[in-house]
């Protein structure tokens, strides 16, 4: 397992967190079909670019701002954090999955699936929401799941109310949801084998879906530090290095 050495190392240390509607509300406002930041309220200093990535670039044009690909910030955002060279990136967002094969610190292949939520957080608020309890205690079960065979988010709560009928306990149908997730990762990974599997997006916050990942998959797998602002930390790497 090869990581960088330390004076390669960004210097990237301050980050300010907002969450997306407040930022819009108090932050951002729309001036001639771009946005455009209010960055003295936000208390940053003049002069800093400003590059931006994921499902937001689509809709909104960020003034002044440079638009990098999603897989090339995860990609950054992920060797910032791990100091690794060599490793598979599974990153599961709110809304997709993206699979990266990284080797001596670049992307050399990758896959994405974004036609379907039934891998993303989204699904995992969904089903959550279906039994009645919080993501931080859905993340806590994964003994004798309840199998769950529908492969579309929508038939998955149909499934998953049915089970419910049946009188599965809460337990098993938590850890069934997330063995679910697991099990619809595994196959992107057949063309990506790694030793280390790297786990960014806000599904890595569950502890469950990282333990059966790691189980199933043989591999070691590490968490980020901040695995939901791993496209984020990315762009700000970005910037620095002046790679946009």
Known sequence: MESSPDQDKPSVVQRQRVDTIEFYRHYGRL???RLQVDFAALTLPD???TVSTGYGRNTLQLSGGTVIPELQAHT???????DLLDFTLIDLGGQDTKIIQVRRGRMQDF????KCAASSGRYLENMAQVLGISLAELSQYTEA????SATCAVFGESELIGKIVEGYPIDRLAAGVNATIVQRVLPLLRDFSSEVLVFSGGVAQNVAIVRLLAQSS???VIV???PQFN???GCALAAEKNII
């Open 31 to 33: 001036r001639d079909g």
């Open 47 to 49: 002069g800093l670019k």
């Open 76 to 82: 950054l955002g992920a060797l910032f954090q791990t």
């Open 111 to 114: 896959l994405t699936n974004d």
């Open 145 to 148: 799941p309840v199998e769950l």
């Open 218 to 220: 043989g591999a070691q």
């Open 224 to 226: 980020t530090p901040d």
């Open 231 to 233: 496209g984020a930390l």
